[in-house]
């Protein structure tokens, strides 16, 4: 269980050499499926930030990640820019998200990424009153423009560190790139030494320094 009175973090604990293998803008149809299968071919732990509307089309998808270990978390219900919406508009996307997810896997989300990393105070007071953790990252595979599998990773290899929150797609689109990186990038972090957590688990071990109310971890 995460300390919901932490409003955003960026990235774990750099003390620890773990990392965070994230997933957005699933569940999606063929990609999602083919993503687990690479993570449970290596036996490592992901999160997938999964769009509210997305799981109430593919709810067994959705099961099955969830069942199989991976923790599912909060998009928003449609991708839109939250920071564009009324805090009303914005509330309505989480709380429905929340309950979408709850319905299908009985596990309320702890956590939320809006989308296109878009927040402000106020969107993560209002996260942080629906008892939401807004997590956002500092490996960017940008997977979701397409640039190659050599440039994807590229982008995640030659920048991951201690803590790291690696962002990547399993949904809005064709991933077909990701799926081709996805086996190099886990073998080459195994290589590294670096161990894979869900994002909880990487908000359990940040440093007590950051778990005081009011904190951020930037």
């Not at 993570?39 to 709810?59: D, H, M, N, S």
């Not at 009324?86 to 299908?104: D, K, P």
């Not at 960017?140 to 995640?156: E, K, M």
Request: glycine share 6%; with cysteine.
């Amino acid at each position: 269980m995460p300390e919901t009175h932490i409003p955003l973090i960026t990235h774990g604990n750099k003390n620890l050499h773990e990392i965070a293998l994230t997933f957005d803008d699933g569940p999606f149809p063929n990609f999602t499926a083919k993503v687990l299968d690479v993570l449970e071919a290596y036996r490592i732990k992901a999160t997938f930030f999964c769009i509210g509307r997305q799981v109430q089309a593919f709810p067994d998808l959705t099961l099955r990640a969830y069942k199989a270990g991976y923790e599912i978390e909060n998009h928003s219900w449609s991708h839109p820019v939250m920071t564009g919406l009324s805090l009303e508009g914005q509330y309505w996307q989480l709380q429905h998200t929340n309950n979408t997810i709850e319905r299908v896997t009985h596990q309320r989300p702890l956590v939320m990424r809006p989308p296109y990393g878009a927040y402000n105070a106020s969107s993560l007071q209002l996260a942080t009153s629906l008892r939401l953790v807004t997590v956002a990252w500092d490996v960017d595979a940008h997977d979701w423009s397409r640039p190659g599998t050599d440039t994807i990773l590229h982008n995640v290899l030659n920048h991951v560190k201690n803590g790291s929150i690696i962002l990547m797609h399993d949904g809005g689109g064709d991933r077909s790139q990701t799926l081709a990186a996805l086996p190099k990038i886990i073998e080459t972090l195994f290589e590294r030494g670096y161990r894979f957590v869900t994002i909880c688990q990487l908000l359990s071990h940040l440093p007590h320094e950051h778990r005081h109310p009011g904190a951020s971890y930037l």
